[in-house]
């Protein structure tokens, strides 16, 4: 997806995990994915680098798919849609 519209699609749940350091921010995704439906897309908020890489890897393995990135000052905005 486009940085305009990752901005713009609807979230259903939304994971801060700025307060943690890897692998927090992954741990605190593998517990809140199971509070959403299926195509449902969650956000999850890391200031940590290596959740950028985290979260998409997770999502290849778990079949969810990996919506995009959006770098906010001083930390990360990473979408995914459970599948």
């Known amino acids: 997806m486009t940085a305009e519209e ?3 699609v ?3 749940k939304s994971v801060d995990a700025r307060g943690t350091a ?4 992954l741990l605190e995704a ?3 994915i199971g509070t959403i439906g ?12 290596g959740t950028r890489i ?3 890897k997770w999502c290849a393995k778990q079949g969810h798919e990996y919506l995009g ?3 906010e ?7 995914l849609r459970k599948k």
């Open 10 to 12: 609807a979230v259903s």
């Open 69 to 71: 990135t959006l770098e």
């Open 38 to 49: 299926a195509g449902d897309v969650m956000e999850v908020l890391s200031a940590d680098e």
């Open 73 to 79: 000052s001083g930390y990360f905005k990473i979408y």
């Open 6 to 8: 990752l901005k713009n």
């Open 54 to 56: 985290d979260i998409p």
């Open 22 to 25: 890897c692998p927090g921010p």
């Open 30 to 32: 593998k517990k809140a």
